[in-house]
């Protein structure tokens, strides 16, 4: 690899062209300061409730990635989405704050030493695609499969994969609307 | 899952996505192209429409409705984007109108006053009323469609700077058929049009550009 890039600007110039590792290494160096961001807000949600937040986020960043002005700083735009995304989440589920104390109770006793940046409404989402994009996102994100892989397995080109895959991101974040208002 | 599951997903989503400007122009070309060819053919165009090119009272009104139309797509696309209202510029918009009430006091001042009554009143006012939202339905369900991949956080103020902008684009159209040459008239009623069709994609858009 060139010179260590580490400015976001960069990274996510490189990502809108293609290059899938600087990709991840944006996403990677958002996701703690977005989960800083959505602590700050809403302790009250428990450390999964908030990741479920800040996946929520991630995902409406890379839906809308194309919305980014190149010209223009990383860091508004980032913040812009992510605001508006917290509030429509913590709306969302202020909503539906009337759950019974006992529920809150077992949150609060949830074992502290489970991994932080384990969240359930992602993959009660990935649930709800229909099997086929459920199988892609899953091999994809949870196993780690490369494309090829995947396309190997399912008797599909990569190209195919790559707009099925692109199609399920979508839908998740459809289903989620639908599903968390 | 958790979050680094997540990004995996999303790093292997490379699928890219056309900018918002040239999202917006693939469909708003065609959009126009297509109220111009449904004008042609329902009203046709206006007899001496080569002759007009003279006649400076009669041209203002592309000058203003262009304008006005380039300004606010301009203004929209900004609007789109998360951080856009921060950074949106609104002025111009004042800039115009400011230029079509000018247009209005100069052909008031220089419009003798038996003729103001006439000249105001014209003869077309209803098909002007009727002709520009309808001719705005194509240019502002363009801008929509547009919109809608965009990230707007102000879901109204956007709606109505597209219906803006689609409608002054329609009066640009409907100008190649409309006879009426005073300013008295054409400010007059373009404007109350184009109002009409801005409140009604503020409407629009505060239900349809949420994400």
Same mark, same amino acid.
């Given at each position: ?11 996510? =110039? $490189? ?6 590792? !600087?990709?991840? #290494?944006?996403?990677?160096?958002? @996701?703690?300061?977005? +989960? &800083? ?33 190149? =010209? $223009? ?6 913040? !812009?989405?992510? #605001?508006?995304?917290?509030?429509? @989440?913590?709306?969302? +589920? &202020? ?87 | ?211």
């Amino acid at each position: 690899m060139a010179a260590q890039i580490d400015d976001w600007g960069q990274l996510l =110039t $490189a990502a809108n062209a293609g290059d899938e590792q !600087a990709y991840t #290494r944006f996403l990677q160096a958002v @996701a703690p300061v977005l +989960r &800083g961001l959505v602590r700050a807000r809403g302790a009250s949600l428990g450390a999964a409730g908030c990741e479920d937040v800040v996946q929520e986020v991630m995902l409406a960043i890379h839906l809308k990635r194309h919305t980014w002005d190149q =010209t $223009a700083p990383v860091r508004p735009w980032l913040y !812009a989405i992510a #605001r508006y995304k917290v509030v429509d @989440a913590f709306r969302a +589920r &202020g909503r539906k704050n009337d759950l019974p104390i006992e529920d809150f109770a077992e949150m609060l006793a949830a074992s502290p030493d489970r991994d932080p940046t384990e969240a359930t409404d992602m993959a009660k989402m990935i649930g709800m695609l229909d099997g086929r994009s459920e199988t892609i996102v899953r091999k994809i994100g949870l196993e780690g499969a490369s494309m090829s892989e995947v396309a190997a397995e399912l008797r599909m080109s990569e190209g195919a994969i790559r707009v099925a895959l692109h199609r399920a991101l979508k839908n998740l974040a459809v289903l989620r609307e639908r599903h968390i208002k | 899952m958790n979050t680094d599951d997540l990004i995996r997903a999303l790093a292997a989503d490379t699928e890219a996505e056309a900018s918002l400007s040239g999202r917006m122009w693939l469909v708003l070309v065609p959009a126009l192209i297509l109220a111009l060819a449904a004008l042609w053919l329902t009203l046709g165009f206006r007899p001496d429409l080569a002759e007009i090119f003279g006649n400076a009272r009669a041209l203002i009104r592309w000058g203003l409705t262009i304008t006005l139309a380039l300004v606010s797509i301009r203004i929209a696309l900004v609007l789109a984007r998360p951080e856009g209202r921060s950074v949106v510029r609104l002025w111009p918009l004042a800039v115009v109108a400011g230029a079509a009430t000018g247009t209005l006091i100069w052909a008031y001042v220089t419009t003798p006053a038996e003729g103001l009554q006439m000249a105001v009143v014209g003869k077309t006012i209803w098909t002007c009323l009727v002709a520009i939202p309808t001719l705005s339905v194509l240019p502002v369900g363009a801008l929509f469609w547009a919109a809608r991949r965009g990230a707007t956080r102000v879901p109204a103020l956007t709606g109505a700077v597209i219906g803006l902008a689609g409608s002054a684009a329609a009066a640009a159209v409907y100008a190649t058929y409309c006879i009426e040459d005073s300013p008295l008239f054409y400010v007059t009623w373009y404007s109350l049009a184009i109002i009409g069709v801005t409140l009604v994609s503020a409407a629009v858009g505060q239900r349809i550009l949420r994400w």
